[in-house]
């Protein structure tokens, strides 16, 4: 059996994109089929649409979801019918050689539906990140769904299916902040406030907060940033020194993917602490440094993807924490929005005060 349903396809480079009927397949064996709740707008879809990632035109667009699984294929034990999931990017595989070494965080060869979904006439969907949930229904790899807890709003949930995972674990997982550090956080948007948030949870007493717009410093500090810096106004590197006794933060997260504030976090950085480059660079960028620097600051130089995230592990958790009013998840929803509105939340983007517009079916 199939299921036709109303989905956002991108369908060439840089168009708008179309509200569209598509043909969703039943399960096949380690699949499920998801009737998705909410769907977050993600920069990430929007390089979709702009031929940014590949040429795998027409895409089904959307990533940061959550829903109900309504059926499941043969085999599938870990989730059932009626189970409320968060869909996640990094269903591991259990055999490739970080899985074997016993860091699926880092699996190799993450899986996906096998099955194609479909326009009318046949032609097959590229699903984004191998999801594809601006969709009433998508169908995924049963691993790609994370049961949590039914009392978490769908719109707060979704979220942690990308961003705002990446955002957080960029401070928990990658870079292992812990109670007592200092911590800098250069690029205030959906993903650095998640590392805000992230800080705060594992008790870091310093988070320096650090953009060029006043208005993400602020939402930066009611997230659990202790101070701001506006780098447009002062020099960053020298205001985090003197946040921090001058000597730098233990730990500084770049999270707006550009070689300047990657500078500035390798400089406003404590030696031998820790730079986490959460932010996703472009081809062209180049990095110049000191090698005598690199080599004479000492510590650790990480990129974190996902934020080195496993997702039955850290879903629940902080579903978990979300309930408990420990972690502000609703605090990352600016909008709920239509289906129709998709092309809407992408030029609302640019303007800086969103964080995160999010698709409720
Ligand atoms: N590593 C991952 O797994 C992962 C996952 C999702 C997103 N990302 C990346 O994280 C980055 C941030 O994503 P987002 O959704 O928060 O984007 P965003 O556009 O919402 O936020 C970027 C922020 O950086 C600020 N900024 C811009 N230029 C700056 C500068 N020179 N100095 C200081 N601040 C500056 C902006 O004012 C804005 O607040 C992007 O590069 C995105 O692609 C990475
Ligand atoms: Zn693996
Ligand atoms: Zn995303």
Known sequence: MTHQVRAVVARGKGAPVSLETIVVPDPGPGEALVKVEACGVCHTDLHYREGGINDDFPFLLGHEAAGVVESVGEGVTDVAPGDFVILNWRAVCGNCRACRRGRPQYCFNTHNAKQKMTLLDGTELSPALGIGAFAEKTLVAAGQCTKVDRAASAAAAGLLGCGVMAGIGAAINTGNVGRGDSVAVIGCGGVGDAAIAGARLAGAARIIAVDIDDR????????????????????????????????GADVVIEAVGRPETYKQAFYGRDLAGTVVLVGVPTPEMKLELPLLDVFGRGGSLKSSWYGDCLPSRDFPMLIDLYLQGRLDLDAFVTETIALEDVEKAFERMHGGDVLRSVVVF
Do not use: P, Q, Y
């Open 216 to 247: 993400k410093l602020e939402k930066a500090r009611s997230l659990g940033a202790t101070h701001t810096v506006n780098s447009k106004e002062s020099d960053a590197v020298e205001a985090i020194r003197e946040l921090t006794g001058g000597f």
